[in-house]
């Protein structure tokens, strides 16, 4: 037992406390070098981000400098050391404000416009983001607290990714993308909020002295301030935590949900767009040849209790007016082994096949049953300014030698189509 101790025994190796403060308060700044080799990295990170190139956005992360006031306001929370949390905070807003001004201006810039896959990565935090900026906090933290530095200064720096978020959120305001900017800057406030508990838990753990003065009361008053502020940055980061949580069990349901009941049956997905915010929380599919009717999509809403999809709703995304452009604008953020040229085709012959009808047997049904009719057409209309909605029904057009029961017809033609609304035009 002794022996473990001894293994996990931090305080082996462990920097000089004041060596360790000096070294916070220096990396805190952003004055001069520093705020110039911000503005660098931040452009080179932005050019990584808008060329899809992931080893020059690492590149950008090692230069980076923006660890400093996140672990200074951390350590500044674990010594109760009211200033040093200031000068943090008021550095680190000077360190995101110019990364965004500097980013969106490249971005605005910029001739390439496209989102690229690296954009994407850093719109939609997960519980892994949370568990990265915790652990990779954890490693900073102790880092700076070695007499050896060694090389896990480095790895943080990239494994933390607080830059590219911040660029995504220049891009998102360049080119007036709110969604963008609201998704990178939530990434972003994930990392700095969990590095800074992880610094603070190092911090506490290492028994680092608690700044105290002359006046008692006011270090009294002092430290219930930042326990206070403590808890509102836990609390909510916790609860953040375990939404993300959440949020990644009902992805892994879902997309169990999607390989059992549509994929391993050979249906061709050609479009996903899940609302886990929604409520109920929908799932949007949309299928390259494949149709279901009303009972099948019945079904298929009443399956999804049994994967764990409570307060979930299937949408089947089948034969709409605007399903066309909406699957095609979602193209380039799937990964699909389909062209948008075959898309297109299958969506146009979807399209066709609603108002067209192929079928041999019906007319020589019609030739034996109705003999006195000469000619016929079927086909299907859009009917609009509906006084329920609009809808769509068959029409039927004819042509005779004789006299015919047009009511009979007319009912053998509902029943045949499973049809109220067809409509019979002789002519």
């Not at 110019?98 to 971005?107: C, D, G, H, Q």
């Amino acid at each position: 037992m002794s022996r473990l101790k001894t293994l996990l025994n931090l305080h082996t190796g462990e920097e000089d406390k004041t060596k360790v403060l000096a070294d916070v308060v220096k990396n805190i700044s952003f004055r001069g070098s520093n705020l110039w080799i911000l503005a660098c990295a931040i452009f080179i990170a932005s050019i990584g981000l808008n060329v899809n190139s992931t080893a020059v956005i690492i590149g950008a992360m090692l230069i980076s400098p923006l660890m400093g006031p996140i672990v200074g306001a951390g350590f500044a929370l674990a010594t109760y050391d009211f200033n040093l949390l200031k000068k943090s905070a008021k550095n680190l807003l000077i360190a995101t404000v110019v990364s965004l001004i500097v980013s969106s201006i490249y971005f605005y810039l910029s001739p390439f416009k496209e989102v690229q896959s690296e954009l994407l990565a850093r719109t939609s935090p997960t519980i892994y983001d949370v568990l990265i900026a915790f652990f990779g906090g954890i490693v900073g933290a102790i880092s700076i607290t070695r007499v050896e530095k060694g090389n896990p200064i480095p790895g943080v720096a990239i494994a933390t990714a607080l830059m590219p978020p911040l660029c995504t959120a220049g891009f998102g305001l360049a080119a007036l993308d709110f969604k963008f900017f609201i998704g990178a800057m939530y990434l972003y406030c994930i990392n700095c909020f969990f590095i800074g508990i992880a610094t603070f838990a190092i911090i506490k753990y290492l028994k680092f002295k608690p700044v105290v003065t002359e006046n008692k009361s006011f270090d009294k008053k002092l430290r219930y301030i930042i326990t206070i502020l403590v808890f509102l940055m836990v609390i909510p980061s916790f609860y953040l935590a375990y939404n993300l949580l959440n949020e990644k069990k009902f992805s892994q349901n879902v997309n169990n949900y999607i390989k059992t009941e549509f994929t391993d049956k050979g249906y061709t997905l050609i479009y996903q767009k899940i609302s886990y915010n929604a409520s109920p929380k929908t799932i949007d599919l949309a299928f390259l040849t494949k149709k279901f009717d009303s009972i099948e999509i019945d079904k298929l809403n009443k399956d999804l209790i049994v994967y764990g999809l409570n307060n979930t709703k299937v949408n089947i995304r089948q034969s709409t007016q605007d399903m066309k452009s909406e699957i095609l604008s979602e193209l380039s953020k799937q990964n699909t082994n389909l062209s948008e040229k075959d898309i297109q085709i299958n969506l146009l012959s979807t399209e066709l096949k609603q108002y067209k009808f192929d079928d041999p047997e019906l007319v020589q049904e019609v030739k034996v049953l109705f003999p006195e009719i000469t000619e016929i057409s079927f086909g299907k209309i859009n009917n609009y300014f509906s006084k329920d909605s609009t809808f769509q029904s068959t029409v039927v057009i004819y042509k005779v030698d004789k006299k015919i029961d047009a009511p009979k017809l007319m009912q053998w033609l509902q029943l045949k189509f499973s049809d109220n609304n067809v409509q019979l035009i002789a002519n």
